[in-house]
């Protein structure tokens, strides 16, 4: 900006000293009409020197560069003055930036508010379908009349669900039977949970209902064997399996656990798993015959049976978890002075290792894996007994 200033002396005496040629000058600021500033310096009267004295020359220099200080002060004040309004058109920048981004931010959470009340009600939809068809199902399980395979009793539909007192269709009865779900919170004659609650005086050995974890919880009742002959004056719980024979392992079996032998119960894991849960004792008996094979080889296992929950068991029947050995081994008694057991002399005698497992959280054993039997003459039996808790 290009600033017009003029100096307009106001003489008010003829003559002045050098001395006085100090005193403040005042200024004076306007605007031409172009739109240019003009800066009006006045003078005191006393600073002005009679024309015809010898110093005029000295103290208009004085003035000049006087007026020159103060026009170059003037433009350094127009420039500070400049360079703050570009700071504050700077900062007004930024600012409206912030505004956008607080705006965009803005706009982005409506819109994760959106999907996230979307996304709920989408799960609120497939709740009430989930409950929907829960009830179509319990309806369809429960109909009055609706045979069910393998439910012997009013209880065992209880359990299931079934609220709706009616004359239902079980399996233990050929004409329909009337079942009163109305106070049926406690079954007249409750199915025992073992038959060591079962148990009493009189009690013949025999089939019997139980349900380990208790009514309207956790699994179905299921069939057992009570017996009441084994231990006197106890009922023993019995399981039954599909492996309890004597069973050849052939010749041909050369690497490690390459015979298998899964084992099915007359109940499931988990009805097994809950009865064992609340039994104090329980065990299965184990034994394998071998004839130049063996169960450990060194360090290698050769033969061993898998836990209830798929776990390789290091431990034959009357030895204890993580020994690696057989009852022999623990011992100290195994043929020929075998650390772990009488299988590994791995010779043409046969030799066998036996023993309950006790080892609860074990539990029935669901595989028996065996092995090395591809050399000359090489077999075996294995025999696993019932699995039986009190």
Wanted: proline residues 4%; negative net charge.
């Amino acid at each position: 900006m290009n600033n017009l200033v003029s100096l307009v002396v106001l003489l008010a005496g003829a003559h002045v000293s050098s001395a006085q040629s100090t005193q403040e000058v005042s200024a004076q600021c306007r605007y031409s009409t172009g739109g240019q500033r003009a800066y009006t310096f006045v003078l005191p009267p006393s600073s002005v020197h009679d024309c015809d004295t010898g110093s005029e020359q000295e103290e208009m220099s004085e003035l000049r560069e006087l007026v020159q200080q103060l026009a170059t002060k003037a433009q350094q004040q127009e420039t500070k003055m400049q360079q703050q309004e570009d700071k504050v058109q700077e900062l007004e920048t930024k600012a409206q930036q912030q505004e956008d981004k607080v705006r965009q931010l803005e706009t982005k959470v409506q819109q994760q508010e959106r999907k996230v009340q979307q996304q709920e009600a989408e799960v609120q939809l497939l709740q009430t379908k989930v409950q929907v068809l829960e009830t179509k199902i319990l309806v369809d399980k429960c109909a009055e009349g609706h045979r069910l395979p393998g439910v012997p009793s009013c209880y065992h539909l209880w359990k299931l669900g079934c609220r709706q007192s009616g004359s239902y269709v079980v399996s233990s009865n050929v004409s329909d039977v009337y079942c009163d779900f109305q106070n049926f919170t406690t079954f007249p004659g409750d199915i025992p949970r073992t038959c060591s609650s079962l148990y009493h005086p009189g009690m013949a050995s025999g089939e019997y209902l139980i349900d380990p974890d208790g009514p309207g919880t956790g699994v179905e009742p299921f069939s057992v064997y009570c017996d009441v002959d084994l231990e006197p004056g106890k009922g023993v719980t019995v399981i039954s399996h599909d492996s309890e024979a004597r069973t050849h392992v052939r010749n041909g079996y050369a690497g490690a656990g390459t015979y298998m032998r899964d084992v099915t119960y007359s109940a499931s894991v988990d009805q097994i798993r809950a009865l064992i849960y609340i039994s104090q004792t329980c065990k299965q008996f184990i034994k394998y015959e071998c004839f130049h094979t063996m169960i450990n080889a060194g360090d290698t296992d050769v033969a061993w049976w898998v836990t209830w929950d798929g776990r390789m068991a290091d431990y034959w029947g009357g030895a204890t978890p993580g020994s690696g050995k057989c009852a022999c081994g623990e011992e100290g008694t195994c043929d020929n002075g075998q650390s772990r057991c009488n299988c590994d002399n791995d010779d043409y005698n046969w030799r066998s290792d036996e023993g309950f497992l006790t080892h609860k959280p074990d539990l029935p054993v669901t595989q028996l894996r065996l092995g090395n039997t591809a050399g000359h003459l090489a077999n075996g039996y294995h025999r696993l007994g019932k699995l039986r808790c009190s």
